[in-house]
């Protein structure tokens, strides 16, 4: 078989795709491969969108922090979708077995990586998009116009999120072995813990950044303060 046909039987034919895996022997490299694939594109879409949205800094203080921040953000897009993977994963394994689910951690790992195909083809192209969308959205053009772009990207992406969904569906019940309703119940609680998790992170980056911002201010109000100093100091003296 070949590999197009692979492919178009885990996008539009994932039972069948599902359930031929179920014959041959787990393997992890093309799931890790898809999952690195969203990590790539999430963080090129986020650093194409800071440097075409964030101005150029005129102070090196705001030139570093705002490097700092976007290097967390692209940090954070690459990292995030195996974390999520894993996580996910590992829920999806232990929340069958209450519903008398028989599967295995590695085929969960397989089966969950190959349903983020449909994502990871939509990052793979995000970058382009942000690209061609969002200097046309900073236009000088109308607002309601400016507002289209955008709309697409949401609608592209919530049919990508609903595709993904219905992959990760298919590919729980044949690697738990339940029912389709069991399996549905298991996606979505597994979902609802990736979502506390991913809060959980970006709140913990978000403390970070705003430490650095409040450590940034006050090393450049002490900047200020110095410069103010030695000003005065330095200041000739007024003619008696």
């Known amino acids: 078989m070949t590999f197009s046909t692979k492919i178009t039987d885990l996008l539009f034919h994932p039972d069948t795709f599902f359930t031929r895996l179920e014959n041959e022997e787990t393997n992890l490299v093309l799931p890790i491969l898809i999952v690195l694939l969203n990590g790539v594109g999430l963080a090129v879409a986020f650093a194409a969108q800071v ?4 101005p150029v800094a005129g102070r090196t203080d705001d030139e570093i922090l705002i490097t700092l921040v976007t290097s967390s953000q692209v940090i954070s897009a690459f990292i995030i979708p195996f974390i999520m993977w894993v996580v996910a994963s590992i ?3 232990l929340i069958p077995r209450i519903l008398s689910g028989t599967g295995c951690l590695k085929t969960t790992f397989q089966n969950r990586g190959y349903g983020l195909f449909p994502s990871a083809l939509y990052n793979a192209v995000n970058p382009l998009l942000v690209f061609a969308i969002i200097p046309v959205t900073i236009g000088n053009i109308a ?21 993904t969904w219905y992959l990760w569906i298919c590919g729980t019940l044949h690697a ?20 506390v998790v991913m809060m959980i992170m970006y709140t913990v980056r978000g403390c970070y950044l705003g430490l650095c911002h409040d450590y940034w201010d006050q090393g450049s ?20």
Do not use: D
């Open 221 to 240: 109000t002490r900047e200020n303060r110095m410069v103010q100093k030695t000003v005065l100091t330095t200041a000739p003296a007024c003619p008696q």
């Open 51 to 54: 440097l075409l949205t964030v």
């Open 176 to 195: 738990q072995r339940i029912t389709s309703v069991n399996a549905f119940i298991a996606v979505t609680v597994a979902t609802i813990i990736q979502f």
């Open 91 to 93: 829920s999806i394994r």
């Open 143 to 163: 607002p309601r116009l400016a507002t289209l772009p955008l709309l697409f990207l949401a609608l592209v992406s919530g049919v990508v999120t609903l595709w």
